[in-house]
C-alpha cells in the first residue's frame, strides 16, 4: 500500500528557478492539499483540490500554482523560486469527512 | 479569522509521566478536531472528535473535545520513549469547502 507519495524527497534550487513537486494518492480520495511546514508556524495550507480538475487557494497561496489533472495527482509547482519558499512540503490526500493522510514530506531549499 | 492555540508549546517528561496537551480553537463552522502525531516525517492520525464530552481512546493514548469551550485534550499516560513527537491538532471548518486549520503543535520529548 502506497498511500501518499511524494517526489522528489529533497531538492536544492538556486532563486528563480522553478520546479514542480509531484503528489499521487492510491486511495481513490476526492481531496487533496498541499501544506509547507515551517519552524513554529505549524502546517500552513497552500492549495488544495476538491475534484479532478478543481483548485482553490488556502492560506498562503502567493508564488505557487497547482495543477489536478487526474484524481490520483496533485502538482505543486514554483515558478521562480525564492527563499523564502524553504520549506518542508506536506501533501494530504482525505475523503469527505475523513482524516487525511499525508505523505513524507519534500524538504526544498532554497539558496 | 480561524485559528487553533497549542499548549504547551514543548514539554520535557520521564517514561512514565502523563501528560495532557491542549488544543483551543475558534474555526468558523467548526465540524471537527483531530489529532496528529508527527515523528520524523509524514503526520499520522490519532483521533477525530465531533462530538463533546466522549471520550476517545487508543492505548495510552486518549482524547475529549468540548464545544462549548472550544478547546480538546489530548491525554497520554505511561509515557514511553517512543511517544516522542510533535502533537499537531487541527480543526476542520466547512466553511467554503472542507479545509483544516492546524495548530503549530506541541514538541514532547521523553526521556528514559
Known amino acids: 500500500n502506497a498511500g501518499v507519495t511524494q517526489t522528489p524527497k529533497f531538492r536544492v534550487l538556486k532563486t528563480g528557478q522553478s520546479m514542480t513537486l509531484l503528489c499521487a494518492q492510491d486511495?481513490?480520495?476526492?481531496?487533496m492539499y498541499w501544506y509547507r511546514q515551517d519552524p513554529g508556524m505549524g502546517l500552513r495550507l497552500i492549495h488544495y483540490?476538491?475534484?479532478?480538475?478543481?483548485?482553490a487557494k488556502g492560506e498562503v497561496p502567493d508564488g505557487y500554482n497547482v495543477s489536478r489533472l487526474k484524481k490520483q495527482n496533485f502538482l505543486l509547482g514554483l515558478e521562480s523560486a525564492a527563499p523564502s519558499q524553504t520549506s518542508v512540503y506536506f501533501c494530504?490526500?482525505?475523503?469527505?469527512?475523513?482524516?487525511?493522510?499525508f505523505g513524507d514530506g519534500t524538504r526544498l531549499s532554497i539558496l | 479569522e480561524d485559528k487553533v492555540v497549542q499548549s504547551p508549546l514543548s514539554l520535557v517528561v520521564h517514561e512514565g509521566d502523563t501528560v495532557t496537551l491542549n488544543c483551543s480553537y475558534e474555526?468558523?463552522?467548526?465540524?471537527?478536531l483531530l489529532w496528529y502525531k508527527q515523528e520524523k516525517k509524514a503526520p499520522t492520525f490519532l483521533f477525530m472528535l465531533?462530538?463533546?464530552?466522549i471520550e476517545k481512546k487508543s492505548g495510552r493514548l486518549s482524547s475529549i473535545l468540548d464545544k462549548k469551550e472550544l478547546f480538546s485534550i489530548l491525554n497520554i499516560t505511561a509515557t514511553q520513549t517512543g511517544d516522542s513527537a510533535i502533537y499537531l491538532c487541527a480543526g476542520r471548518t466547512t466553511s467554503g469547502t472542507y479545509k483544516y486549520i492546524f495548530g503549530t503543535g506541541t514538541r514532547l520529548k521523553v526521556l528514559a
Open positions: 474555526v468558523t463552522n467548526f465540524r471537527s
Open positions: 465531533t462530538s463533546s464530552g
Open positions: 494530504a490526500s482525505s475523503y469527505v469527512n475523513q482524516p487525511q493522510h
Open positions: 483540490s476538491v475534484g479532478e480538475g478543481t483548485t
Open positions: 486511495m481513490n480520495h476526492e481531496y
